[in-house]
Nanobody, 122 residues
Framework: QVQLAESGGGLAQAGGSLRLSCAAS????????MAWFRQAPGKEREFVAR????????SYADSVKGRFTISRENAKNTVYLQMNSLKPDDTAVYYC???????????????WGQGTQVTVSS
């Protein structure tokens, strides 16, 4: 079992920054993907960013490229999402997820955190 706990959400103004953290406990594997998703009110959950735990290879949604950076600190079993140049459209509950890649473009996110609220004012 893997447990994930997000922190770092809060209120920011447009153009500002926040850093989210996802602390993992329990068994993890070097082949795992660690990802951030978000869900805004009335919207479907959407992918934000992913990092492969072992290699550090990253991937981003087009909407956040150039503004958000995902990273990991292996010794602390922690993944971060640095969010810069925030926009009101970034307002959402942000979730951390973890799991293996099962197909070239498919990941099985078996583990999820509780979510942390990010609100960006205009």
């Amino acid at each position: 079992q893997v447990q994930l706990a997000e922190s770092g959400g809060g209120l920011a103004q447009a153009g500002g920054s926040l850093r989210l953290s996802c602390a993992a406990s329990g068994r993890t594997f070097s082949s795992y993907a660690m990802a951030w998703f978000r869900q805004a009110p009335g919207k479907e959950r959407e992918f934000v960013a992913r990092i492969m735990w072992g290699s550090g290879i990253t991937s981003y949604a087009d909407s956040v490229k150039g503004r958000f950076t995902i990273s990991r600190e292996n010794a602390k079993n922690t993944v971060y999402l640095q969010m810069n140049s925030l926009k009101p459209d970034d307002t959402a509950v942000y979730y951390c997820a973890a799991g293996p890649r099962v197909l070239p473009t498919t990941y099985r996110y078996d583990y999820w955190g509780q979510g942390t609220q990010v609100t960006v004012s205009s």
